[in-house]
């Protein structure tokens, strides 16, 4: 009796445990509904302003929000500005003279604490909403964004180094890049797709355009008069030919190999991702539903939730 009374206890145990642990993995668009019913209009005005300030920073929000999900999930790590005990991802390749739009998140971090009266919205949920409202406001797709990630306490330069796709990657190395973090040959063409948006320095595109074989031969001659051999290096040039406009004429680009990285015209060089790229070139609705999905399933990448890690009052420093 006492023995089937242990077994029915540690029944119930192990059931309990197995729900928490299932159920703290999970987000809510809802999270913050009834706790702060103003935040995310709030976070939505910000990006607003700030990408009719400058266009551009819309596509460097959601480069941001890329960039801190890729790295030891989505947790904010990337904002983390370097100390004694942090090795900051901002010094990461990637990252350095290259990733921006840290001034927007601290102008939403401020005002939504006032808002909501103390420091309630994580850093990371604040990246995934503006990340969000950056692509509504170029005129993309909605989604309902996935909320309760709490912040890392710590960063990581190295895993950045490492885990951040490079622009020179072909198509193996990019699905094996993506597919590390559970992301499959239709995220991939989906989330690149985020190309749509923004620009390059000239260092990451000076290769394909001057030794590249599988590009338009007068789109490299073109781009040769931003990009010189030497020099120049943090010359830009739109990632598609419609920088501040979320359409598919990335896609469309890439079937005239016109791609500016090596990595953007590795999803259409006669593999295996060729088809994807010429339905999304014709099909935006198709493409904006893959986005969107794809956006979340990046957003739920090693989410920090219930007791794990921290809100933190400034997105840049960790709270001790
Ligand atoms: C597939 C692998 C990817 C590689 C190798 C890659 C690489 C790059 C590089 C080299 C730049 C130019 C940075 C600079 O010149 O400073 C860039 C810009 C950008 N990337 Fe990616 N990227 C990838 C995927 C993504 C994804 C998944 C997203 C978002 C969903 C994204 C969004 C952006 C945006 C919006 C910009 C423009 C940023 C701006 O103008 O400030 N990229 N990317």
């Keep these: 009796m006492a023995s089937r009374s242990i077994f029915l206890q540690l029944h119930v145990f192990l059931i309990l445990a197995l729900a928490t642990t299932a159920f703290s993995?999970?987000?809510?668009?809802?999270?913050?509904?009834?706790?702060?019913?103003?935040?995310?209009?709030?976070?939505?005005?910000?990006?607003?302003?700030?990408?009719?300030?400058?266009r551009r920073m819309g596509a460097s929000l959601l480069r941001l929000h890329f960039h801190d999900?890729?790295?030891q999930g989505c947790d904010a790590s990337i904002l983390l500005d370097p100390t004694p005990t942090i090795d900051s991802e901002k010094n990461a390749f990637p990252n350095i003279n290259s990733i921006r739009g840290f001034e927007v998140i601290d102008k939403i971090k401020n005002k939504v604490d006032k808002i909501c009266g103390r420091p309630l919205?994580?850093?990371?949920?604040?990246l995934a909403i503006a990340?969000?409202?950056?692509?509504?406001?170029?005129?993309?797709?909605?989604?309902?964004?996935?909320?309760?990630?709490?912040?890392?306490?710590?960063?990581?330069?190295?895993?950045?180094?490492?885990?951040l796709p490079s622009p020179f990657m072909d198509l193996p190395a990019l699905i094996d890049?993506?597919?590390?973090?559970?992301?499959?040959?239709?995220?991939?063409?989906?989330?690149?797709?985020?190309?749509?948006?923004?620009?390059?320095?000239?260092?990451?595109f000076r290769d394909r355009i001057y030794n590249g074989t599988n590009i338009n031969s007068r789109f490299a001659k073109e781009l040769r008069n931003t990009c010189?051999?030497?020099?120049?290096?943090?010359?830009?040039?739109?990632?598609?030919?419609?920088?501040?406009?979320?359409?598919t004429a990335y896609f469309s680009y890439l079937i005239k190999e016109k791609g500016l990285l090596v990595s953007d015209q590795a999803?259409?060089?006669?593999?295996?991702?060729?088809?994807?790229?010429?339905?999304?070139?014709?099909?935006?609705?198709?493409?904006?539903?893959?986005?969107?999905?794809?956006?979340?399933?990046?957003?739920?990448?090693?989410?920090l939730t219930g007791k794990q890690g921290q809100i933190r009052k400034n997105c840049r420093k960790v709270n001790y």
């Design 25 to 54: 993995k999970t987000l809510s668009p809802y999270y913050y509904e009834k706790v702060c019913p103003k935040a995310l209009p709030t976070i939505k005005r910000i990006v607003e302003a700030a990408v009719y300030e400058e």
């Design 69 to 71: 999900c890729f790295v």
């Design 121 to 126: 919205v994580s850093c990371a949920d604040i």
């Design 131 to 163: 990340a969000r409202d950056s692509v509504v406001a170029l005129g993309g797709p909605t989604w309902k964004v996935p909320l309760g990630r709490r912040d890392s306490t710590t960063a990581s330069r190295e895993l950045a180094n490492g885990d």
């Design 177 to 204: 890049n993506f597919k590390r973090q559970g992301l499959d040959k239709r995220d991939l063409v989906a989330l690149s797709g985020g190309h749509t948006l923004g620009f390059s320095q000239c260092r990451f």
């Design 228 to 247: 010189p051999p030497e020099g120049g290096d943090s010359n830009l040039a739109p990632l598609d030919p419609t920088p501040v406009c979320f359409d």
């Design 267 to 303: 999803l259409f060089s006669g593999g295996s991702t060729d088809g994807l790229v010429k339905t999304y070139s014709y099909n935006p609705r198709v493409f904006s539903a893959d986005f969107a999905n794809s956006m979340i399933k990046m957003g739920n990448i090693q989410v």
